[in-house]
Each structure stands twice: as structure tokens, then as C-alpha cells.
């Protein structure tokens, strides 16, 4: 049964800087995306945050405005999400999402962009 490790999250200022990390583990494919999605306060779903693939194509979501990086260590098969310059509204609980075949969501790590 595949894994996802998510770390980071927490407490940040506006305009500061956050890193998230997941790690997967347990039957994973050569062929997969991975990456994250979010759930924000007043927002019912979730919604694309950024997401990688093993093909290295990226897809951000649209409120990302280039402050945001994804990166993906193939071998760790772990992916990174940098976020910078971060914002009040992107505060919300942050899900790490992989996709073969099949697909698989981590359980959540919250984040807060307060002062």
C-alpha cells in the first residue's frame, strides 16, 4: 500500500517564505504525478495548488503567480513545494496528492499565513 509522508507547514508571516515536503513510499510506479492540492476557508473543495510529474511537466494552480516552486527528487520520490511571498489567503490545509493508476491523498498539513 503506497505511502505519503507530508511535512512542513505551519505558522508564517505575510510575505514570508514555507516549504512543504511528501515522500512516498510502498509499490510506487516509474510513471506517476505528484504534488499538492489545498482547502482554504470558505472555499468548499480543494483545489490545485501545483503538481509534478515523472516527465517533469508542471501545472500550478491559477493564484500561484509564479510565487511558488515545485521540485521532485525522483530517486527520494519525494516532491518539494517552496512557497514564497506568501498571502493571508493562503491559509488553509494543504494535501499532498499522488496519481498512477490509481490515486492517494496524505492526510493534511496546515498551514497559517498570519502576523
Known amino acids: 500500500q503506497l505511502r505519503l509522508v507530508e511535512s512542513g507547514g505551519g505558522l508564517v508571516q505575510p510575505g514570508g517564505s514555507l516549504r512543504l515536503s511528501c515522500k512516498a513510499s510502498?509499490?510506487?510506479?516509474?510513471?506517476?504525478?505528484m504534488g499538492w492540492y489545498r482547502q482554504v476557508p470558505d472555499n468548499g473543495g480543494r483545489e490545485l495548488v501545483a503538481?509534478?510529474?515523472?516527465?517533469?511537466?508542471?501545472q500550478y494552480g491559477d493564484f500561484v503567480n509564479g510565487r511558488f516552486i515545485i521540485s521532485r527528487d525522483g530517486a527520494k520520490n519525494t516532491v518539494n513545494l517552496e512557497m514564497n511571498n506568501v498571502e493571508p489567503g493562503d491559509t488553509g490545509v494543504y494535501y499532498c496528492?499522488?496519481?498512477?493508476?490509481?490515486?492517494?491523498w496524505g492526510q493534511g498539513t496546515q498551514v497559517n499565513v498570519s502576523s
Open positions: 496528492h499522488f496519481r498512477d493508476c490509481r490515486e492517494f
Open positions: 510502498g509499490g510506487i510506479s516509474l510513471v506517476y504525478v
Open positions: 503538481t509534478i510529474a515523472t516527465t517533469d511537466v508542471i
